[in-house]
């Protein structure tokens, strides 16, 4: 019997018989492979396991552990789901059902509609296709027979997907007696999806067209374990009590309404929470020598075209006429930063020249993708621009990288790294981006932190180090980053004079540490659950009198607690002690201040903590000692 030679990923090669496939090859490797193997690589292209293998093919086995095996494996669950509904409702239409972050999905036009009530029985009847263990079967045929079977099932979705197909193969994939349309590859077979769960139903245009038909969509998982779709779960339910759009609302942080879609409106506790953050990035910048600026929102299209944005970024801005000029709102800040800078000269003494700009952004986003405060089209970044000589970057990046460090940690929030290099296509000289991007990955090794190099994935104008915020349920969020920039300084001619005597042109860095204040603010909500360390806290606590006999001392303790600079309410409504107590515990206040007789007569508090409860009195004196300190710290609340 003939064989053939494959090579592995580590370069390694495994000989074979021939015709064998890349199961064989796992199974030559080990059983725990077979086991969680989804589908293979071979010269770059993904396939099914079952794909025969030629002499001198590169092969990867591709598991669950990997986003493209866990998309295989997700996309085969969509296809499982998709049987099941057309053995409970042989007339439904199906139209596309891919694999998604955490899932998959499935289009389907079914009448009568489906309701949440009909998903179990769905379930059921994939837990028993799973039994069955059928083989997902590849085939490929003409475009005509695809449109012939598709025609008679009278699905008019996949007839219009065939029709705009080019002539020649077409793949389908069968398992028992439902056939698809798709390109796959598929799990080897239906057994193999251990672990699923169907979670949602919605409307979904064909197409993403408003003016095709609604169809709708079943959003599930599915994982290989048990064990891994209840963690799944779990975390799913945990992020649903934070979401940020709902505890927005349940502490009055802020709302949305009709007239301003992606336009958030901050109410007085919102605003507590932003002032706060905002007085403490102020803190810390005015100690790290920056100084800050303000730019306007509207400026003279003329502006917008030598920044380049009026030709690269029109579609995300708006516009209008003034005294028939046109005028654009600012989508970023940086244009105003470059007038800033060119109304002086500039000697390499004054260098580095860090420019902060808390600056109001407008871009525009597709309604669809408008996402509480995490997707929005009004945001505020905490924006600087730094100017300096070249051999100064490699500093002032380390400035930067050890200020996020020390923001984050405030917030209790862990965090990833990531260096992004030149891209195919940018500007600038090699010498240029040898040099930015040395000094970027020196400031990064000269830190000895850990980061992630995406080669190829810096800004067309120069290279960037982000940073993603890892939040409680290991969620991550790209916050903040720091970029340099070669276009800019060259676009609005900047210059400085060197120790040369010389004109030169600054190296230009933009950076962000929030990213935008209103999505860091959604982050935080959901990070701390709703209950935001004292120093944010929009009230920090509440004098709660156990009978309404002591309603003037609560509101002394009240009086005291403000002139000492807190905020604070006192509680002196007819409702019941225990009452009031839930109704803070619920808005989230740090610490309820109980006082009757005992503390009156004292001079104290009964301090009882949102979450470690009953604290012991304290005299009143000594718990503001004790909030002050807090605050001023700025502790976590742990
Ligand atoms: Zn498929
Ligand atoms: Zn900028």
């Given at each position: 019997m003939s064989t053939i030679s494959v090579t592995l990923p580590d370069g390694s090669g495994k000989e074979l018989d021939s015709g064998s496939s890349a199961l064989a090859l796992a199974e030559s490797i080990g059983p725990r492979l077979v086991k969680a193997a989804t589908s293979a690589r071979v010269n770059g292209r993904l396939v099914d396991l079952t794909t025969p293998l030629r002499d001198g093919d590169q092969v990867e086995i591709l598991t669950f552990d990997s986003e493209e095996g866990q998309d295989v494996f997700r996309h085969s669950a969509s296809h499982l789901m998709a049987s099941a509904v057309l053995r409970l409702h042989p007339d439904a239409k199906l139209a596309i059902g891919p694999a998604i972050e955490d899932g998959f999905y499935y289009d389907i036009d079914v009448a009568p509609p489906l309701t949440e009530d009909d998903l179990p029985a769905i379930e059921a009847e994939m837990a028993k296709i799973v039994k069955e263990d059928l083989p997902f079967v590849r085939r490929e045929v003409s475009k005509d027979e695809a449109l012939a079977h598709f025609r008679e099932r009278d699905d008019q979705y996949k007839v219009e997907l065939i029709e705009e197909l080019d002539d020649g193969v077409i793949t389908y994939y069968e398992h028992g007696e439902f056939t698809d349309l798709c390109r796959g590859p598929h799990?080897?077979?239906?057994?193999?999806?251990?672990a699923f769960k169907l979670l949602s139903l919605a409307g979904a245009y064909w197409r993403g067209d408003e003016h095709r038909p609604m169809l709708q969509r079943i959003y599930g998982t599915a994982f290989p374990s048990r064990k891994l779709l209840d963690e799944h779960l779990a975390l799913r339910a945990e992020a649903e009590k934070r979401d940020h759009r709902k505890l927005g609302k349940q502490l009055d942080l802020f709302s949305f309404h009709s007239v301003g879609p992606g336009f958030p409106f901050f109410h007085p506790k919102g605003m507590v929470v932003l002032n706060a953050l905002m007085d403490y990035w102020r803190e810390e910048h005015r100690k790290r020598g920056y100084h800050e600026v303000r730019t306007p929102i509207l400026l003279d299209r003329v502006l917008w075209e030598q920044s380049g944005h009026w030709d690269h970024y029109k579609e995300n801005m708006y516009f209008t006429q003034i005294d028939e000029r046109d005028f654009a709102v600012k989508p970023m800040n940086c244009p105003g930063g470059m007038l800033v800078y060119k109304t002086r000269l500039h000697s390499y003494?004054?260098?580095?020249l860090r420019m902060a700009e808390v600056g109001t952004v407008h871009r525009h986003e597709k309604?669809?993708?408008?996402?509480?405060?995490?997707?929005?089209?009004m945001f505020t970044q905490d924006d600087a621009h730094i100017f300096m000589t070249p051999d100064q970057i490699q500093d002032e990046v380390i400035g930067i990288i050890e200020f996020v460090d020390a923001v984050y940690a405030t917030f209790g929030l862990d965090y990833d790294i990531e260096l992004s290099t030149r891209p195919e296509k940018s500007i600038g000289t090699d010498e240029m981006w040898e040099t930015a991007t040395s000094a970027l990955s020196s400031a990064l090794e000269a830190k000895g932190v850990d980061y992630k190099l995406n080669e190829g994935d810096g800004a067309f104008y120069g290279p960037k180090i982000d940073f993603h915020v890892r939040d409680c349920l290991k969620r991550s969020w790209q916050c903040a980053t720091i970029q340099l920039d070669f276009a800019m300084p060259d676009k609005f001619d900047l210059e400085y004079t060197g120790a040369d005597g010389e004109r030169h042109r600054p190296a230009v860095i933009h950076r962000v540490i929030y990213g935008a204040i209103e999505r860091f603010l959604g982050i935080l909500i959901e990070h701390f659950a709703g209950a935001f360390p004292p120093w944010l806290a929009p009230v920090q606590a509440v004098v709660i009198p156990?009978?309404?006999?002591f309603n003037d001392y609560a509101e002394s303790v009240q009086r005291r607690l403000f002139d000492a600079g807190f905020r604070v309410e006192a509680?002196?409504?007819?409702?019941?002690m225990k009452y009031k107590i839930r109704a803070a515990q619920t808005q989230q206040v740090p610490y309820m201040l109980v006082v009757g007789e005992r503390e009156c007569e004292s001079g104290a508090v009964a301090v009882r903590h949102r979450r470690h409860g009953d604290l012991g009195a304290l005299e009143l004196d000594v718990f503001i000692d004790k909030l002050r300190a807090q605050v001023e710290a700025r502790a976590l609340d742990e």
């Open positions: 799990l080897p077979s239906t057994g193999r999806i251990k003494r004054d260098f580095p309604s669809g993708v408008l996402h509480g405060l995490s997707r929005v089209r156990v009978a309404a006999s509680d002196t409504s007819a409702e019941s």
